[in-house]
């Protein structure tokens, strides 16, 4: 079946623009996660959402970053006036929400995003 | 907070050679833990779990078994081929605190596999 998708794979802007990152999760799958793979600080957790609603917004790291989740299925990730720093790729990753001892994350394959 | 501490990289080997591969964790509780690969031009996949103490993960050859006494979660594999080379993941999370299973990683290290 299919698996995350997202859009777009690249994406260019300058810098103090808005951007917008889509993502796809497997049908079924409630939980959602966002994470950034950056060159300074590796992969890192942003932000989950259950069904519509995030729970855990701990790891977006200002309050230009934003995220939304429409129907428990499509989310979006908004970056506002970006910054170099924002330069990474962008990783969105849905899992059944089991709660159980393991519940593996499919992992799409990215959105890479440069700030010139 | 929990944090993943890999050893260093990039890491290469000439086919056939040993591979260890160094994860430790600080965590509060009792966290199960991951080894995620992501080969070139591709996404990142589970590569083995391990969930309770002294539980040993494998798949493809690769082996990691959950020291809980250490702390550690080292991935080896005996003999690795050119087609193991990518990038490998430690990771940990706590999936039984409700639904919330967001994963803590490593820095990740590049192997690179010589023919």
């Known amino acids: 079946g299919a698996g995350v998708s997202q859009s777009p794979s690249n994406k260019v802007t300058e810098k103090g623009k808005d951007v917008e990152l889509r993502c796809d999760p497997i049908?079924?799958?409630?939980?959602l996660y966002w994470y950034r793979q950056s060159l300074g600080q590796g992969l890192e957790f942003l932000i989950y959402?259950?069904?519509?609603?995030?729970?855990?917004k701990s790891g977006l790291p200002s309050d230009r970053f934003s995220a939304e989740r429409t129907g428990g299925s499509v989310s979006t990730l908004t970056i506002q006036r970006t910054q170099q720093e924002d330069s990474a790729v962008y990783l969105c990753?849905?899992?059944?929400?089991?709660?159980?001892?393991?519940?593996?994350?499919?992992f799409g394959p990215g959105t890479r995003l440069t700030v010139t | 907070g929990d944090s993943v501490t890999q050893m260093e990289g990039p890491v290469t080997l000439s086919e056939e050679a040993c591979l260890t591969i160094?994860?430790?964790?600080?965590?509060?509780?009792?966290?199960?833990l991951f080894w995620y690969v992501q080969y070139p031009g591709e996404g990142l996949q589970l590569l083995l779990k391990?969930?309770?103490?002294?539980d040993k993960g494998s798949n493809k050859g690769f082996e990691a078994t959950y020291r809980k006494e250490t702390t550690s979660f080292h991935l080896e594999k005996g003999s690795v081929q050119v087609s193991d080379s990518a990038v490998y993941f430690c990771?940990?999370?706590?999936?039984?605190?409700?639904?919330?299973?967001?994963?803590?990683f490593g820095k990740g290290i590049t192997l690179s596999v010589r023919p």
């Open positions: 990753a849905s899992s059944l929400a089991l709660g159980t001892l393991f519940v593996e994350q499919y």
């Open positions: 990771a940990l999370s706590f999936p039984y605190t409700g639904a919330n299973s967001k994963l803590t």
């Open positions: 959402f259950q069904g519509n609603s995030a729970p855990d």
């Open positions: 160094n994860c430790t964790y600080t965590a509060t509780g009792y966290p199960s």
């Open positions: 049908s079924g799958h409630t939980a």
């Open positions: 391990a969930t309770k103490a002294d």
